[in-house]
Structures are given as C-alpha cells and as structure tokens.
C-alpha cells in the first residue's frame, strides 16, 4: 500500500466516529431541552456556526478527495437527522406548553362549596319578570294558543301604519316613541308594543294558508313614559290575537276571564269597560280584582278597587286590508297587556320601579 493510500484510510477511519460522537452528544442536548427558550439555545449549540457539527464540515478540506466525499455526505445525514429531531421536539415542546396555559386558564366549574361554610354564595334564580313570562306563556299554552316572537326594532310601517295608525294620525300621540337615526327620519323605532308581531304573523299566514292564528306575543316595548307606580318606560307586553271564521266578542271576554282565573286564582276576576284603540273596533280596556286589597280600595288601585290590566277588541277590518286578508270571511280578537304589571299584582308589589332597581333585598324575595 503506497503512503497516500494509509494516509486516506487513516482519515476515514477516525472522521466516521468522530461523527458519530457528533450525533451522540447533539441528540443528548436536543432532547434535553425542557422548553422552547432551552430548545433554541441547544440548536445553535448543535447546529450553529461554532458547533462541533460545523467545525467538523471546516475540517473536511484537510482531507484528500475520496474520503473528503465520504465524511461529508456522513456529516450531512448527521446534520439532517439533528433538524428533524429539533423541529420534532420543537413541535413537542409547543403543545406542551400550550396545553400547561389552557390548565392555567382553566375554570373548575364542578367545585363544591362544603355546606359548613357560613357566607357560602346562594344560588341564582330568574328574575321575577323572566319567571312571570314563561308562566304566562304555559297559562296560554294551556289554553290552545302557540307563542311567537318579532324584532324589537321595527319600521314605522309595522308599527304604526298596518295597525290603522297612517302618518300624523291623532292615534299616534297615544305613544310617545323613541325613533332610531337608521334610514329615513321617523322610518325606524323601537317598538311601543308587540302588536307588530300580530302583521308579521299575518302575512306569514296569508303566504303560506296558515290560518287560523291562535297565538300570544310576548317581548320587550319602549315608550317615553315617565315611571311611576305602575308604569315604567322599557316595560314587558305580552298580545294575544285569535283569527278565525265567526269569532265574536264574547269569545274575547271569556278567553281573558278564563285568563285571569287561571293565572291569579278564583276570587280574582276580569271587567271591560269601552276604550278606543285604532286597531280593534270594539274596543276595551280590562280591569282585574287589586290583588293588593282584593277590591277594598287602596293607593296603587287608586281606591276603585280594580286595575287595568290591559286592552283588547276586536280586530279592525282596516287591519286585514293592511295585510290583504278578507275581513268578511276571516274575524279576529286581540288582547294585550304588561308583563310588568302582572308581576305587579301577583306579587302584591306596591311600585312597579322596584322591578328595575336591582335591589338585591328585593330581589332576594322570588
């Protein structure tokens, strides 16, 4: 063997360990890392510029041709190998991590607070009003009628004209209304009712063959009343409306004194006496029996012993030619009236303020 041969084989045979120990160390301080910050140290560590790994690839040029070759592709699988451990560990690390902030940030909600603590949080419950709506809704439920909904944000159009109300009529002045800066002046308001749920249903019915209607609406109305005793300015309506063939008035009375009966109890009973709304001809208003003096007399029924509850009539035919629905073979009946007050007088709460106060101490009592 000549010289340059042993001198070839000599070179080969040390820079293939050499290499080896390269990789071995390098893979210690990459899986070593016990973070992303540790991971990037160790990188440039293995990988970077003054590395063994890049020192060895320095070294290369000392070497003749062949074994030059053949350390140098050994080197480059080395250097594959550690960047694809590192971007494997890296993505390790990171779900780690990410998994420790998630069990940071984590509520336990299933905490149990032991029943020896003395100022253990009591626990939530509807608001008298929420709980009286959905008591309302399963007393007409009960009664036949289906509960639908509308916006509360409607166009002048459903809120007053569909209703017999066109603009500047003196009926308007019944509802002082919060107007929105949306499209055309006056075009846009926050309903004062949840009569325009009656027109939508409506003209649902009419597109589709959809009548008769035995439905209830209930929702918030805003009108810019001045709150007192018994009236607030955002309040809670819940509307009744019935259309079908031969509907008469009685039927109007005796669904509101089955009504009140069944949600107030026997000895509290229903009265009409005439009103005039633009939307139904006739037109009344009903009382109930104060449940506050059970018909003596006293401050928030103004001494008659009775309140008002709410309107009701018959629908007016202008209504149904609003929605193009024959008003001679079609008749209706609709009744309205406010949640809030109805909390009022089951309640036997003397004013109806105290509802949005949030007073804890009141609160407390439902």
Known sequence: MSDRSAARAAVATVSTPDAGAIRHDALRTLEGAASRAELRIAVTAVLGKRSPLALAHRQLGSLDAD????????????????EEVAERRGSELAAAERAAELEADRLDL???????????????HHHPVSATRRSLEDVFVGM???????????????NFGALNMPPAHPARGMWDTFYLELGEPESTVLRTHTSPVQIHLLEEALAS?????????????????????RHLATFHQIEGLVVDRAVTFADLAGTIETFTTAYFGSDIHARLRPAYFPFTEPSAEFEITCTLCRGAGCRTCSQT??????????????VFDAVGIDNEEWQGFAFGFGID??????????????LTENDIRFARQF
Not at 115 to 123: K, T
Not at 144 to 158: L, Q, R, S
Not at 341 to 354: E, G, K, S, W
Request: proline share 7%.
């Open 305 to 318: 012993g009775w309140i008002e509850l709410g309107g009701c009539g018959m629908v007016d035919p202008a």
């Open 67 to 82: 074994a030059r070759k053949e350390a140098g592709r050994v080197l480059a699988e080395v250097r594959a190998e550690l």
């Open 341 to 354: 007050r109805c909390v009022q007088m089951r309640h036997q709460i003397a004013d109806m303020r105290l």
């Open 209 to 229: 063959g959809g009548l008769p209607i035995h439905a209830v609406m209930p929702g918030r109305c805003y009108r810019r009343d001045t709150p007192d005793a």
């Open 144 to 158: 036949g009628f289906t509960v639908a909904e509308g916006p509360e944000i409607e166009t002048d159009w459903y």
């Open 110 to 124: 299933t905490e149990v607070i032991p029943a020896s603590v003395a100022d253990r949080p009591v626990r939530g």
